[in-house]
């Protein structure tokens, strides 16, 4: 593995009831019609889900009736743990909620995935866990196993922190998720990819979870360049002076202010064989940490800014991925890298900065700082050649306000960002489509320069837009493109929930190897 998981995963097709693991994870349906012949409340309220018939059997039939006695509602992600008593050989079942029951078809992935993930994370400290949630036998079958193993490996996920001492309840050592057939090799494909999948976002998660006076620009680019290199990824990486050279204004007039100078990092995959392949750039934000430089941030909650350079990381790990992978699509990855600090040497609100691809950029606010890496990093996607471009980045408190810390907001090409909204809708990572309307683009004219940075004009108003709007500047023309602001998605600040740990999520990971999946299928 690139990335090495602390959890084992592997396929079982023994009986549930015989499974000598710590645990078995099954699931139940709440049922909306709940009425029936006994008291509100108890057996006729719940449903279990298939896969749990010999768990079911082991019980008597009462297991139902014990849960909603324990005050099981079937809700999803709910869990509920009761002591087997030797009824079945593990000593706990773990019920997780599923939600309502689906009339004629198998749950969604994406509340297996979090179901999966609840009950993976509820049983912490556990050596060994197995996972018997409803998998269908039809063409759906596929997309629900990587669905439950996705999710217990991200469940399973633990930043392992700074602590002088560990934590008392470590990840779950090993899961077993049992299957009809466990020699089957579309199930052995999906149960790999799993693995791959999770081991990367996870260390796209140990990343931004990382303390920023460990990751500053040029530690950044080693871990990744060490990484990209172990997994047989071409690796370029400038210095400043080489930024200087070539003419990277944007990522070098961030990066004045800081004693860390900035860094671009490189990484290409190219498939093994001759003939032509769709070309793939992606773009991800790498500000290490973002003070906001002279146009300084409040002091409330500036230490979440360490995951500023969410979009890098998440570029990074697909590429990790893709290198494992191997989709048939060449992939290249940039990743602009800076801190934004403020000093007598940073960058001032009314300076000019040329561009890499000659653009001359009024200053306005330095912290609007993302948008200035990330040009000059589209430019040299653009100047290389591409067929497809996505950006990720954490850019603006505007995608916040507009769409909430669970949906990332997407502009460019329609039909870039109707792809990324599906690939997003697949993977469960939710993305929406934004427009960039043409008065955000005249508010950002500059008397002195080329373009303003900001729309001076509006303000605040359509924040996220004018991050889109100035974006689309650096794209060449042809170039079919979306950015995506993860700003929410990225980073999440309360306790962990679904397949969400507690700071970086890694998304959106999954979703850019989506689109590279379904590119390559083309």
Known sequence: MTAPLTTDLRLVDTDPAELTTDAIVIGVHSVADAGGDGPPGLAGTLLLASGAESIAAAFDGKLTETLARLGASGAAGEVTKVATLGTVAAPVVAV???????????????TLRRGAAAAIRSLAGSASVAVSLPLPDDEDGPAALRAVAEGALLGAYKFAGYKTKPAPRGPVGDIAVHVPDATDKTVQDEIT??????????LC???VNSAPNELRPPQFADAVSAAATAAGLEVEVLDEEQLKAAGYGGILAV????????????????????????RVALVGKGITFDTGGVSIKPAQGMWEMKSDMAGAAAVAATLLAVAELKPDVEVTGYLPMAENMPSATAYRPGDVVTMFNGKKVEVLNT?????????????????????????TSTLTGGQVIALGKRVAGVMGTQEMCERVRDAGDTVGEAAWPMP???????GMDSDVADISQVNAVMDRAGHMLQGGVFLREFVAEGVPWAHIDIAGPSYHSGEPTGHWSKGGTGVPVRTLLELVDRIAAE
């Not at 799993?194 to 990367?200: D, K, L, P, R």
């Not at 050649?385 to 950006?391: A, P």
């Open 96 to 110: 997780v909620g599923l939600g309502p029951e689906p009339s004629g078809a198998a749950p969604a992935p994406e």
């Open 193 to 202: 990819r799993a693995q791959v999948v999770a081991g990367v976002v996870g």
């Open 205 to 207: 998660r140990d990343w």
């Open 255 to 278: 990066g004045l202010g800081s004693s860390a100078p900035p860094r671009l990092v490189k990484l290409t995959y190219r498939p093994v064989g001759d003939g032509a392949r769709k």
């Open 367 to 391: 912290d609007a700082e993302g948008r200035m890496i990330l040009g000059d990093a589209m430019a040299r996607a653009c100047a290389d050649g591409c067929d497809y471009l996505f950006e």
């Open 436 to 442: 960039l309307p043409d008065d955000v683009r005249t």
